[in-house]
């Protein structure tokens, strides 16, 4: 059964009902399992009854992620090739309908982004680009992953959905993980993706099946928090989480939490997120499936990521423009959004290991023949 065909079994309104009608005995119940909890038990993590047990939850998911990755965190740096972009998605700084000075970088203008790059530090590296397939499609990126694949010994990509055989041949380039968010799993998300190729909800939904069916090693989901209930979305991505899990056993996953952020000329947030929510969305997965990577960008203030990272984040970014061109040039004004945390990769290494923990700039060499 394909995901579509599960995923229209459930109806958006029935489950945000069941989600906010849970009650402490229900998170009582998840929480003292062990191993795997079920989808009902994640319904209780993420409802709003589980919110008094917010500090029992958080030393929980510290716990079995200490149990799972030990004191360390992985670093990772976007490298913003384009800003290019056939949609209009309603909150974002690339959308078409937004007169900047839109680029895509060239070979050269790559090649002295990565050396700054390299000067912080960074063996992992995420390429992203808005969703043009003119200016940046698959012989672009397989232009790039030639030109990258020395420097770095694990590259993601957040770009547009592509077809399985696209995906392959930037597997056999070297591409190590692919993140693609639904944004939202709700009937709203016609409403934020008016236009483009991005309209098209079910060609998104199938996309991790498409990564997966050609033998990628990470998958990364999302819902991008602030377009509509966040507890219902994170139960959705749960549920898509869980079959991929099934399907593709041989592959790694991680979630990240992505929360709506200020850029010229988008929509304000639909939804608001607080940071206690945040938190406890972070430790409802951790809980929910002990293996799973999960991961925080510079769209969160310091406060939070400094926190964060002792409740079950495995992965930060540090140091990120995002703007094509960013480590070389100060083009403040083509930003995808505003970031909240803009300490250099120093300072994050420093505040990690401050608390204990080890930062891993590199962990993983596909020269292992892994
Ligand atoms: S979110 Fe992605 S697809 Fe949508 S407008 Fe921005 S860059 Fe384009």
Known sequence: ??????????????????????????????????????????????????????????????????????????????????????????????????????ITLTMDQIIEE??????????????????????AGVEYFEEVLRLIRPYFSNISMEVQPMEQEDYERLIKLGLNTVLVYQETYGKKYHEFHPVGMKSDFFYRLDTPDRIGSAGIHKIGLGALLGLDDWRTDS????????????????TRFSVSFPRLRPATGVIEPKVVVTDRDLAQMICAYRIFDENLELSISTRESVRFRDNAIKIGI?????????????????????????????????????????????????????????
């Open 235 to 250: 139960w959705f991505t749960g549920l898509h989480l869980n079959y991929l899990k099934k399907r593709y056993w041989r």
């Open 1 to 102: 059964m394909s995901f579509k065909e599960i995923y229209t079994k459930y109806d958006w309104d029935e489950i945000k009902t069941e989600i906010y009608m849970k009650d402490g005995s229900h998170v009582e119940a998840a929480l003292s399992k062990t191993g795997a909890r079920s989808m009902e038990d994640l319904m209780a993590l993420l409802s709003p009854a589980a919110a008094p047990f917010l500090e029992q939850m958080a030393n929980l998911s510290h716990e079995l992620t200490q149990k799972r990755f030990g004191k360390t965190l992985q670093m990772y740096i976007p490298l913003y090739l384009s800003n290019k972009c056939s949609n209009n998605c309603l909150y974002c700084g690339f959308r078409n309908k937004n007169r900047i000075k839109r």
């Open 114 to 135: 990565v050396k700054v790059i390299k000067s912080y530090g960074f063996d992992h590296i995420l390429l992203v680009t808005g969703e043009s397939r003119e200016s």
């Open 314 to 370: 495995t992965s930060i970014s540090a140091g990120s423009k995002t703007e094509p061109g960013g480590y070389t040039a100060d083009t403040g004004e083509l930003e995808q959004f505003e970031i909240n945390d803009s300490r250099t990769p120093e300072e994050i290494a420093c505040m990690i290991s401050s608390k204990g923990y080890e930062p891993v700039w590199k962990d993983w060499d596909i020269h292992y023949g892994i």
